[in-house]
């Protein structure tokens, strides 16, 4: 029973191309997030958001945009993709008032040539 | 800001027990979470702390000290598909939105042998 699904398991994309992760869930979760992970880094916050059309930094935004006009999904923008953006990017929901932190959907592997 | 450490790796023999620390300093706590991930796979939740003292989910316990800023994940009877990265993460605390986002530590690889 799969609650948060990410449409694409590998990408490969060129060098300054506009890239486009997208996430849904079903669980009619308020807050969503992006994290991207990397060997030695472990998960790093992108993006959050924690309603329709609200979005908030995390540690490591440069680069990235979201976009939130559902509550249901949450889009990852990669405005001009570059090398040091390959990585494993996670996103995950949350409901308000759920003491068991986030559910995970099972990540994209992008590569950027 | 959080800052969270745990060791990189360990070894442990199969139906041994082995226990993985996690020492975090933050500007502010709203609880510790440990999650299980399988190589290439997605982190799945594993336990949750938000008082001092040990919680035990069957073969997994977890056991928190705020004052001392540590926890810990305690495996007991290993099996060979326990081996996977353990990931601790510390909740912050609600913010206007009540995000509540998690902080996660870098992750401690576990191989269970025989």
Known sequence: DVKVTQSSRYLVKRTGEKVFLECVQDMDHENMFWYRQDPGLGLRLIYFSYDVKMKEKGDIPEGYSVSREKKERFSLILESASTNQTSMYLCASRGQGTIYGYTFGSGTRLTVV | ?114
């Open chain 2, 1 to 114: 800001g959080q800052n969270i450490d745990q060791p990189t790796e360990m070894t442990a023999t199969e139906g041994a027990i082995v226990q993985i620390n996690c020492t975090y300093q933050t500007s502010g706590f709203n609880g510790l979470f440990w999650y299980q991930q399988h190589a290439g796979e997605a982190p799945t939740f594993l336990s949750y702390n938000v008082l001092d003292g040990l919680e035990e989910k069957g073969r997994f316990s977890s056991f928190l000290s705020r004052s001392k800023g540590y926890s810990y994940l305690l495996l007991k009877e290993l099996q060979m598909k326990d081996s996977a990265s353990y990931l601790c993460a510390v909740r912050d605390p609600p913010f206007t939105g009540g995000g509540n986002k998690l902080t996660f530590g870098t992750g401690t690889q576990l191989k269970v042998e025989l």
